[in-house]
Nanobody, 118 residues
Framework: QLQASGGGLVQPGGSARLSCAAS????????MRWYRQAPGKSRELVAT??????TYAGSVKDRFTISRANAKNTMFLQMTSLKPEDTAVYYC???????????????WGQGTQVTVSS
């Protein structure tokens, strides 16, 4: 239902862009989020986007920008001024209402690796 792409190896100070596309029998996608998990650490919420607002973790504020293309049920994370501590597997997450349901379910993408290193 959620397919993440982008990432890879980036030099410190560089930029990268992640994408996450929702597909399937979708009525509506509500909140969409990016999480990340670094080796040996717990999963961390990086950014959230709803119809009304965007929020960021303090560690990425002013460096990362979350956005979405509603018509395509797609979300992006533009990452700039990347640091080695941004190295992690990045996961997309979304609340999706499917055809035939009145409820929203939470879906996860498969994760995409971002490595910041010289």
């Amino acid at each position: 239902q959620l397919q993440a792409s982008g990432g890879g190896l980036v030099q410190p100070g560089g930029s990268a862009r992640l994408s996450c596309a929702a597909s399937g029998s979708i009525v509506r996608v509500n909140a969409m989020r990016w999480y990340r998990q670094a080796p040996g650490k717990s999963r961390e919420l990086v950014a959230t986007i709803t119809a009304e607002s965007t929020t960021y973790a303090g560690s990425v504020k002013d460096r990362f920008t979350i956005s979405r293309a509603n018509a395509k049920n797609t979300m992006f994370l533009q990452m700039t001024s990347l640091k080695p501590e941004d190295t992690a597997v990045y996961y997309c997450n979304a609340d999706i209402r499917e055809i035939g349901s009145v409820y929203y379910r939470e879906f996860w993408g498969q994760g995409t690796q971002v490595t910041v290193s010289s």
